[in-house]
């Protein structure tokens, strides 16, 4: 029997990694996974699609590592033949220096790996990724796919913060995140809604992570993330944008040192800081604790307020585009965010699913071919 020729994906994000196998010839699913509740209530669900086995394993207290670990296992085990000839793995920062997808070399990794403080709660899984993959398919190449490189075309205006000269040359500024998604979205669109794939539309990932993208002719115009994965919207147990100088007081009077801090603001903080309970928001829907009523009011103020901010990006609003784990499964919440901004007048709201694995998988193909076409 001959190898099939695949492309596997890793998608490790901050409570999730999501997997999928596909065949490079016409990207057909061959198996697709993912592991959720990571923190909180873990588990690993996949199916290997020619033969419709389902695979459902509690990883009850798995961390990132281990959840990783779960998944090639879980690859290697129901391997039906496959020759894995990429894996693409979602890089959450790519710093100024990658603006596009790369083949990973020894010397990208020492560079992303730098990147780490600015993505503690993801840049550090995502390389374990690498290395993962690197042992368990050898032959492969590992492909680099950056949540930062489709914000890279943003103007100064946008990406400054107002810092004096000798910290915006030192690479202070902005960024932006969750690219890979924003990326599929204004693919779906120019495929399904050209009309509004022209038009000015505000997407909206909201996950265990969440931010805003301008979205307009198909490139990004403005985001709300920052240089980190912690500005802008709260998110689960992340505080979201925070007066500069509240930050400043609590090093002072608190003591807090910058790994404590870090801790606070990315771990602690967000609905998972506000309702006291969890950053889990299926968990905070369901519940009658007024705490939880509150953080989630929290949330779909501030998701508001920023739409707001990035319609002045474009000059209006045509569309608002949910995704992500809540924008697709939490309906109240879309409700809640679309009355906050009744006052705009019409505005069509759409939900796509979020696909970064299929966006990756199409960018492995394209240097794989690149690769061959090279080597010719
Ligand atoms: N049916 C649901 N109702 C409300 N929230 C949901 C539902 N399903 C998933 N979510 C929420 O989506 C979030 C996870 O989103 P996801 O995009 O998978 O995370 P990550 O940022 O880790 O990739 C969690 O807060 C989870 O509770
Ligand atoms: C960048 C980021 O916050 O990613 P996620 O939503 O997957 O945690
Ligand atoms: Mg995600």
Redesign the pocket.
Known sequence: MTATPAIATLNT????L?FRVFARDGLERLMAGKV?GIGTDCRLEARVIETGATISLPLSGADQEAALAAVIACIDDHDDGWRIDAFAHRIVHGGASFTGPVIVTPETLAELDALCPLAPLHQPYNLAGIAASRRLAPRAIDVACFDTAFHAGHSELVHSFALPAAMRKAGVRRYGFHGISYEWIARVLAEQRPDLAQGRVVAAHL???ASLCALQHGRSIDTTMGMSALDGLPM?SRSGALDAGAVTYMMRRFGFDADALDRMLYEESGLKGLSGLT?????L?ASEDPQAAFALDYFTYHVAQYVGAMAVAMGGIDALVFT???GE??PGLRIAIRDRLGFLGSVESLVIP?NEERMMAIHACALLEARTEAAA
């Open positions: 994000g901050s409570s999730s999501k959720t996950g265990n992570g689960g950053n889990d928001v299926a968990t829907v992500g784990g809540i499964n939490a979020a």
